[in-house]
T-cell receptor, first 113, second 111 residues
Framework: DAMVIQNPRYQVTQFGKPVTLSCSQT?????MYWYQQKSSQAPKLLFH???????NEADTPDNFQSRRPNTSFCFLDIRSPGLGDAAMYLC????????????FGQGTRLTVV | GQNIDQPTEMTATEGAIVQINCTYQ??????LFWYQQHAGEAPTFLSY????GLEEKGRFSSFLSRSKGYSYLLLKELQMKDSASYLC????????????FGGGTRVLVKP
């Protein structure tokens, strides 16, 4: 059974129209990460939550926001998608201070038209 | 930052062995992962090293030297299905262990 679930798998949005991607987990992990991955590039960390504490990467554009209403769910909000935001968005979780692997969802492929 | 460096691309023959090297900044280092990623799919976990030494898991082995900031992934008896990107990623001590990826190494296995 999938432990980190991302919905939808494919999302098409219009240029400038706000879009929200969702991630849920059944692992009860403290940490949830959002990555952006463009074609033939490695995943780039946008931000991560340790419980409710939000940690933003210095180079993450203000256009990207996140919410974590509870342990199980985390959302990525793109306020005004541009063509350059088309990418695969990956959600991952880990236990935090315990050294175990990070578990990834299947990703959401975002297309901006 | 936490620079993680690995070669961009490698080519090998089916049945052969390939070693993918990864170097990282040692400050705040808290564990290293290798992931395999096929095109269009999410990364899948291969191995985790936190102590020095070699971890063997079937055809795949991973080595870590903390003092040198160095790891490698060894793929033995290569199969065509091993053609994929291999991502080196490290935990760095920050709130909840920040997981950062290297640029990935694309491995092409030829018959």
């Amino acid at each position: 059974d999938a432990m980190v679930i991302q919905n939808p798998r494919y999302q098409v949005t219009q240029f400038g129209k706000p879009v929200t991607l969702s991630c849920s987990q059944t692992l009860n992990h403290n940490v949830m990460y959002w990555y952006q991955q463009k074609s033939s590039q490695a995943p780039k960390l946008l931000f991560h939550y340790y419980d409710k504490d939000f940690n933003n990467e210095a180079d993450t554009p203000d256009n990207f926001q996140s919410r974590r209403p509870n342990t199980s769910f985390c959302f990525l909000d793109i306020r005004s998608p541009g063509l350059g935001d088309a990418a695969m968005y990956l959600c991952a979780t880990s236990r935090g201070n315990l050294n175990t692997e990070a578990f990834f969802g299947q990703g959401t492929r975002l297309t901006v038209v | 930052g936490q620079n993680i460096d690995q070669p961009t691309e490698m080519t090998a023959t089916e049945g052969a062995i390939v070693q993918i090297n990864c170097t990282y900044q040692t400050s705040g280092f808290n564990g290293l992962f290798w992931y395999q990623q096929h095109a269009g799919e999410a990364p899948t976990f291969l191995s985790y090293n936190v102590l020095d030494g070699l971890e063997e898991k079937g055809r795949f082995s991973s080595f870590l030297s903390r003092s040198k900031g160095y790891s490698y992934l060894l793929l033995k008896e290569l199969q065509m299905k091993d053609s994929a990107s291999y991502l080196c990623a490290a935990f760095f001590k920050a709130a909840g262990n920040k997981l950062t990826f290297g640029g990935g190494t694309r491995v092409l296995v030829k018959p």
